[in-house]
């Protein structure tokens, strides 16, 4: 990401810091308990990627590899006011370091589940409760917390959403295209 101009626009910039912190909250609830800074990245960088059936068809399948080992500076500097203010990392910013140890208990899932935008809750929400239905989105995300398959069930939502915009955009490329 390069913002080209960076006015006061006070709107963007929160919309921005959200952005940043909602893939944060999400790269946390589908990585392990412990994970090395570039892991982080990788799955941040991954998310825009988690479900695109280009991956499988037309992209080269190391993309998201080769987006973040050459600009691991660049990631540092988007996420390390994000990662500093995060209690549950230790972001050594003099070493370019991060130590982090996510609480995956029930209750810490929850929290984070609880952070994530309303759309992606929606989704995770359609996906785990039954159809016909009219739950809670909040009962049902403290089922997925309490769920041990929490992040694959997070990555599922974001593959969902993913995989139809990718649909629209390619439909939308082949009928511009030439």
Same mark, same amino acid.
């Given at each position: 990401?390069?913002?080209? !101009?960076?006015n006061e626009n006070s709107k963007l910039? %929160?919309?921005?810091?959200? +952005?940043?912190?909602?893939? =944060? ?19 941040? %960088? ?17 993309? =998201?590899?080769?987006? =973040?080992?050459? +600009? ?8 390390? +006011?994000?990662?500093?203010?995060? &209690? ?22 929850? !929290? ?6 309303? !759309? ?7 996906? =785990?409760?039954? &159809?016909?239905? +009219? ?18 069930v997070v990555h599922q939502g974001i ?13 939308? !490329?082949?009928?511009?295209a030439g």
């Open positions: 990401v390069k913002i080209l !101009t960076q910039q %929160a919309a921005l810091v959200s +952005n940043l912190k909602s893939a =944060v909250t999400a790269a946390f609830l589908m990585l392990p308990e412990s994970f090395s800074e570039e892991d982080l990245y990788m799955q941040i %960088a991954g998310l825009s990627y988690s479900g695109d059936f280009r991956m499988v068809i037309g992209e080269d399948r190391s993309k =998201v590899q080769n987006i =973040v080992k050459p +600009n691991v500076p660049h990631f540092q500097k988007l996420y390390s +006011n994000i990662l500093q203010d995060c &209690p549950q990392v230790v972001y050594k910013h003099h070493l370019g370091r991060l130590e982090a140890s996510i609480d995956k208990s029930p209750e810490g899932q929850f !929290t984070q589940l609880m952070a994530l935008p309303r !759309t992606l809750q929606q989704k995770i929400t359609s996906l =785990v409760g039954p &159809p016909g239905k +009219n739950r809670d989105v909040e009962e049902i995300l403290l089922q997925v917390a309490h769920d041990p398959d929490c992040g694959i593959s969902g959403i993913v995989r139809s915009s990718s649909i629209v955009q390619s439909a939308k !490329t082949i009928l511009t």
